[in-house]
């Protein structure tokens, strides 16, 4: 579903982990299922996003799910992918 962050190898893999090294941040997986329902969420809600646009969001539920982060945190998840695409 999020072929557009399927990369094995990504090209900026180093700066990718020297960031999450010196923010103290973390990276996760996140299965097709919970993007999938994060996708429809977003579109009820009325952002037409496209399909690689909706893991962030499926992270954040799932790291408030173990509870890494608080529900009373305010965390700010950029919605970059449209899914008008023409």
């Known amino acids: 579903m999020a072929d ?5 190898d990504p090209v900026q893999r180093d700066a990718i982990l ?11 997986a996140i299965a097709e ?8 969420r977003l579109h009820r ?7 690689t646009c909706a ?5 954040l539920a799932e790291l408030r799910d173990r509870g890494e982060i608080g529900a009373d945190e305010d ?4 919605l970059t992918g449209s899914g008008l695409k023409g």
């Open 33 to 40: 299922g919970p993007a999938q329902d994060e996708l429809g």
């Open 4 to 8: 557009g962050i399927q990369i094995r």
């Open 55 to 59: 893991v962030a969001p499926a992270a």
């Open 18 to 28: 020297d960031a999450i090294d010196a923010t103290g941040g973390d990276a996760i």
């Open 75 to 78: 965390v700010v998840v950029p």
């Open 45 to 51: 809600a009325g952002f037409y996003t496209e399909p």
